[in-house]
């Protein structure tokens, strides 16, 4: 099924992780920029905000391996949230295949353990065609575990999986699926022609992608100079 | 059916849990699992896949677990039932494990141990299963043989 389904829930949940380490590393960026600022903050304001946030990460060898773009990202003190507005994340992770998350929201609770991706979440893995879809996802760094207590479908090469909610323990690379599970499996599935086709489009789609402005957004294309 | 092993697999049930370690995965709780022809009743499937990621085999538990499957279009429902049934997809191979028992055509056989080849539609029974007490205590293999025409002697 789905290959059951692959990948396993620790490499696609760790994307959440790459996901939070994204927003994290704005949050280091906060400090500096409050103490620019240190200004009297009124309630429910936030006391920094991104527009047109483009955020690159890079490897010990220089080489970019994950990007985050979001129209919109604040944090508000009075509850140390941070939300980023329809973010949109690709990524690559240990065997080099690509990822992409996107959501509404991605929003970071106080104190930085939980992340959740709200509003037509989904992750894909192209190269796989293999797509998580639900309207929240959760995800927990303490609890080392994500889930969804919304209706989740996983496809894969024709292949589906439904349910009511979903849990994925990262330790024990197990996920449950629970209430009214719904699939159809693919006797026997190798690498169909489904798959291929997914990851032509995506090559074809990473050189331009519209953003919500209609700006032609080639942010993935180029290499961004180290300004780190 | 000839095809049923081509057709899509579809599967509904209470939960499902994935161990990507062991590559299995477990569905509880009112199991039902279609392809084709085939039907599988359980309260338990755990559904394991070769390297090759297809379903190699499908195990399934119930008090009892309950298959059937149409041989031919023709041919009536080939039914079975045991404590468990293990379902060996590449080998086209059923086993009826525990309190057996299999309907096929006009004839049963019941036992500990049912084995049906789905292909050549030959089956081979045994009490060698622990659990082979019948009801009435006797650990034999039963199997009533209907004669070939002999519902048509009936019928005339």
Do not use: C
Request: net charge negative; proline share 4%; no cysteine.
């Amino acid at each position: 099924m789905l290959r059951l389904p692959r990948p396993s829930p620790r490499l696609w949940l760790m994307l959440l992780l790459l996901l939070v380490g994204g927003v994290l590393a704005l949050i280091e960026q906060r400090n500096s920029l409050e103490s620019a600022i240190g200004t009297q903050v009124n309630s429910g304001e936030p006391d920094y905000y991104l527009d047109g946030a483009d955020m690159t990460r890079f490897d010990a060898r220089g080489v970019p391996f994950q990007d985050m773009t979001s129209p919109h990202i604040e944090h508000t003190p009075e509850d140390d949230v941070t939300i980023a507005q329809a973010p949109k994340i690709r990524t690559n992770d240990s065997e080099d295949r690509r990822w992409y998350a996107t959501g509404k929201r991605g929003v970071l609770s106080a104190g930085g353990d939980t992340f959740t991706l709200e509003g037509n979440a989904q992750l894909r893995q192209p190269s796989d065609a293999w797509t998580l879809d639900t309207d929240v996802l959760n995800y927990s760094r303490e609890q080392n575990r994500a889930w969804s207590d919304v209706p989740v479908v996983i496809t894969q090469n024709g292949q589906h999986i439904e349910s009511n909610s979903f849990s994925a323990d990262l330790s024990k690379d197990s996920a449950v699926l629970d209430g009214r599970v719904r699939g159809t499996l693919q006797p026997g599935k190798g690498k169909s022609a489904a798959s291929k086709e997914a990851e032509r489009i995506d090559e074809g789609s990473d050189a331009t992608s519209n953003d919500s402005e209609g700006r032609v957004n080639s942010t993935f294309e180029a290499a961004p100079e180290a300004s780190q | 059916l000839d095809n049923d092993a081509n057709q899509p697999i579809n599967i509904a049930a209470d939960s499902l849990s994935l161990d990507d370690k062991a590559g299995t995965a477990t569905y509880t709780g009112r199991v039902e699992m279609r392809q084709g022809s085939m039907k599988l009743d359980a309260s338990r499937v755990d559904i394991s896949r070769a390297n090759s990621g297809e379903i190699s085999l499908v195990k399934a538990t119930g008090k009892r677990a309950y298959l059937e499957q149409k041989p031919t279009p023709d041919d009536k429902l080939v039914k079975g039932w045991a404590d468990t049934i293990l379902y060996h997809a590449l080998e086209r191979r059923v086993e009826l494990v525990g309190n057996a028992r299999l309907e096929k055509g006009d004839d049963t056989f019941e036992g500990g141990y049912v084995e049906y080849f789905l292909d050549k539609r030959q089956v081979n029974a045994n009490n060698s299963s622990d659990a082979s007490q019948k009801s009435d205590g006797s650990s034999r293999v039963h199997m009533t043989l209907t004669p070939r025409g002999a519902n048509t002697s009936k019928e005339n």
